[in-house]
């Protein structure tokens, strides 16, 4: 398997650790915080789907899956391409209201299958191309795929601790 391989099988797996920390919870479940002050469930994998939407169009010079259709709206949100949950205060954090599991789940898969798509496009060669100046050293794609990679399975992991403290 080339690195490019690696990547695509790499980002496979978010989707069935979302699956398994949302399925089955209702909406309210969705935006509880557990022990008050953490971020709910629904928003962390709202956050690891938005995340990963906006980076990869950027990279790939593609529109966010999230301002295409009505996405935003099955989360109580405008459709706002900066809105991604980065910087996010508390009042923020609760108003990410998914209408259901189902929303955060589908949301997650047309992001998924965006991102396939792309790395379906790339070659080994290709993740060595710069994609931000802005970092010293400056920040690779490669680097970039593996950092939204990263972020997004801490976050799965942590709906899946969450939904354990719902006793769900």
Known sequence: MDAVGVLAEAF??????????????????????????????????WHLARGQDAQVAAVAGTEQVYLQGDWAARFGRDPDAGDTGYGHEPDDVRAVRPESAEALLDYLDAVHAATQRYLGT???????????EAWDPPVTLGARLVSIIDDDVQHAGQAAYARGLLGA
């Open 12 to 45: 496979s797996r978010i989707p069935d650790e979302a699956r398994r920390a949302v399925r089955g919870l209702t909406p309210e479940q969705l935006v509880e915080a557990p022990g008050g002050s953490a971020n709910p469930i629904g928003w962390l994998v």
């Open 122 to 132: 790339l070659d080994a060669d290709d993740l060595d191309r710069v994609v931000d």
